[in-house]
């Protein structure tokens, strides 16, 4: 029964290669978000969508995209890898886009950039 | 944009005794102050939080205090236990929708 899922849990790849990252959540939350972790434990949010809209849109380089077809996912896609872009990165989702609601984190999919 | 400082970066206490950690921020309009704990390759979970017309929430063990004023706000661990040892983040929103601003972390080690 887990709340917010992720595949894949590990993701190596070459330099210049695309990826795609997949997440789920079964809460029946309207908002989801995409956060890096850097190896440094940073955390720092990417984007976000309610209800299949984009609301939070960070400074990002434009070789991630998200996409959300339905409230229930919210994927991630990368062009053109590169080694900086190694890291954990976490999904998460809250029950509305109002800003006290707790949210909860999938168990992150870490991404190795050789 | 908002900028969160925590300290310590790092923090060793003995089991049972106390651990503090202190988070400043930048952005006065900030109201919302959440503390996710993440044990090591785990996800970060919610552990406590507080909003800004409250300027003390206390949770069993765990408690925060908010100094609007100062732009300060702190997380207080009692009678610590080993499994209280992991990365611990502060936070900041209410600015734009669910938007979190991190803190750096803290990782606390507790030594039985």
């Known amino acids: 029964d887990t709340a917010v899922s992720q595949t894949p849990k590990y993701l190596v790849t070459q330099m210049g290669n695309d990826k795609s990252i997949k997440c789920e959540q079964n809460?029946?939350?309207?908002?989801m978000y995409w956060y890096k972790q850097d190896s440094k434990k940073f955390l720092k949010i990417m984007f976000s969508y309610n209800n299949k809209e984009l609301i939070i849109n960070e400074t990002v380089p434009n070789r991630f995209s998200p996409k959300s077809p339905d409230k229930a996912h919210l994927n991630l896609h990368i062009n053109s890898l590169e080694l900086g872009d190694s890291a954990v990165y976490f999904c998460?989702?809250?029950?509305?886009?109002?800003?006290?609601?707790?949210?909860?984190f999938g168990p992150g999919t870490r991404l190795t950039v050789l | 944009g908002e900028n969160v400082e925590q300290h310590p970066s790092t923090l060793s206490v003995q089991e049972g005794d106390s651990a503090v950690i202190k988070c400043t921020y930048s952005d006065s309009a900030s109201n919302y102050f959440p503390w996710y704990k993440q044990e090591l390759g785990k996800r970060p979970q919610l552990i406590i939080d507080i909003r800004s017309n409250v300027g003390e929430k206390k949770d069993q063990r765990i408690a925060v205090t908010l100094n609007k004023t100062a732009k300060h706000f702190s997380l207080h661990i009692t009678e610590t236990q080993p499994e209280d040892s992991a990365v611990y983040f502060c936070a900041t929103g209410g600015t734009s929708y669910g938007k979190l601003t991190f803190g750096q972390g803290t990782i606390l080690t507790v030594h039985p």
């Open positions: 998460a989702s809250s029950p509305s886009r109002a800003a006290y609601n707790e949210q909860f």
């Open positions: 809460l029946g939350h309207d908002t």
